[in-house]
């Protein structure tokens, strides 16, 4: 009898992938800070160039669909296997539920759109392999204590910047470009366009697999640019300038910040 494949695995194949995937933005903890500024925001004496900046809004608006629409979570055991795009489609439903209902508080509030995007985005992606993938070579040297405060803290950066996508997000639907049946394999990219009033469509890749009889989200791929694979660039440079503690501490710096901001901007809005 054959032994059972370790599904948490990052296989070698698997970062080769990664390591393939075409990138343009080459700091992702920077697009983390536009983001909790404000989407759309292009301040005097930015040095960001108007290609990369206009990269950076769709980025933000269109991460908030790769990663919430791909953070989903289905039974593999149920007498009825839902295909991934049945799946991903009836996220999307709920969204836009969701902003229909919560839209006004969702202006207003930040710290409620932070706990509704945890509530949503959490549960359903798997963060352990996720951070593994986004830190490379490093999350394999760091010890048990540091790959536990890590994925806490990139955890809590990845569910803070896609709130902010949330407050900003419109109306949407989802066109796609695959169609897998459930029991087709383990590790699946579901691949989509996101379709917009008066914009371009915009493709989106939903890198999902299959633990315990569950499908989890671990990447998304917008207009070729893979989420992981930026991030890893710009976590590589950090632990090389000033060792893992030190990224853990600016992500955790980064997190404070923006949670302080929110509550602030909460207060003031109460007050006046």
Same mark, same amino acid.
């Given at each position: 009898m054959g032994v059972a494949p370790n599904r948490n695995k990052i296989t070698t194949g698997m970062r080769k992938r990664f390591s393939r995937t075409p990138g343009r933005l080459t700091d992702p903890l920077k697009i983390s800070r536009a983001l909790a500024a404000g989407l759309g925001n292009r301040r005097r004496g930015n040095t960001m160039s108007y290609r990369r900046? $206009?990269?950076?809004?769709? #980025? !933000?608006? %269109?991460? #908030? %669909?790769g990663l919430l629409l791909s953070a989903l979570s289905f039974s593999a055991c149920a007498e009825k296997l839902m295909a991934p795009e049945k799946a991903v489609q009836d996220i999307s439903d709920q969204l836009k539920l969701i902003l229909k209902r919560d839209r006004e508080r969702i202006k207003t509030d930040r710290a409620y759109v932070f706990q509704l995007a945890d509530e949503i985005v959490a549960p359903h992606v798997d963060f352990n =392999? #996720? /951070? !593994?993938?986004? #830190?490379? +070579?490093?999350? =394999? =040297?760091? /010890?048990?204590?540091? +790959?536990?405060?890590?994925? =806490?803290?990139?955890?809590r950066m990845l %569910?803070? $910047?896609?709130?902010t996508a949330f407050r900003e997000f419109g109306d949407w639907s989802i066109r796609f470009l695959s169609r897998h049946n459930a029991a087709d394999a383990d590790d699946i990219t579901v691949r989509s366009e996101i379709l917009r009033p008066g914009a371009p469509p $915009? /493709?989106?890749d939903y890198r999902m697999y299959r633990k315990n009889g569950t499908w989890k989200a671990y990447d998304v791929v917008i207009e070729g640019i893979s989420l992981v694979t930026n991030y890893r660039s710009s976590f590589a440079k950090e632990v090389r300038r000033s060792g893992m503690d030190g990224l853990i501490k600016?992500? $955790?710096?980064l997190n404070d910040k923006r949670m302080s901001a929110a509550k602030e901007s909460h207060r003031e809005k109460n007050s006046s």
């Amino acid at each position: 009898m054959g032994v059972a494949p370790n599904r948490n695995k990052i296989t070698t194949g698997m970062r080769k992938r990664f390591s393939r995937t075409p990138g343009r933005l080459t700091d992702p903890l920077k697009i983390s800070r536009a983001l909790a500024a404000g989407l759309g925001n292009r301040r005097r004496g930015n040095t960001m160039s108007y290609r990369r900046s $206009t990269c950076m809004n769709r #980025l !933000g608006i %269109v991460a #908030l %669909v790769g990663l919430l629409l791909s953070a989903l979570s289905f039974s593999a055991c149920a007498e009825k296997l839902m295909a991934p795009e049945k799946a991903v489609q009836d996220i999307s439903d709920q969204l836009k539920l969701i902003l229909k209902r919560d839209r006004e508080r969702i202006k207003t509030d930040r710290a409620y759109v932070f706990q509704l995007a945890d509530e949503i985005v959490a549960p359903h992606v798997d963060f352990n =392999r #996720l /951070s !593994g993938l986004a #830190l490379g +070579k490093h999350w =394999r =040297r760091a /010890s048990a204590e540091q +790959k536990q405060e890590f994925m =806490r803290q990139f955890q809590r950066m990845l %569910v803070r $910047t896609y709130a902010t996508a949330f407050r900003e997000f419109g109306d949407w639907s989802i066109r796609f470009l695959s169609r897998h049946n459930a029991a087709d394999a383990d590790d699946i990219t579901v691949r989509s366009e996101i379709l917009r009033p008066g914009a371009p469509p $915009t /493709s989106v890749d939903y890198r999902m697999y299959r633990k315990n009889g569950t499908w989890k989200a671990y990447d998304v791929v917008i207009e070729g640019i893979s989420l992981v694979t930026n991030y890893r660039s710009s976590f590589a440079k950090e632990v090389r300038r000033s060792g893992m503690d030190g990224l853990i501490k600016r992500i $955790t710096r980064l997190n404070d910040k923006r949670m302080s901001a929110a509550k602030e901007s909460h207060r003031e809005k109460n007050s006046s």
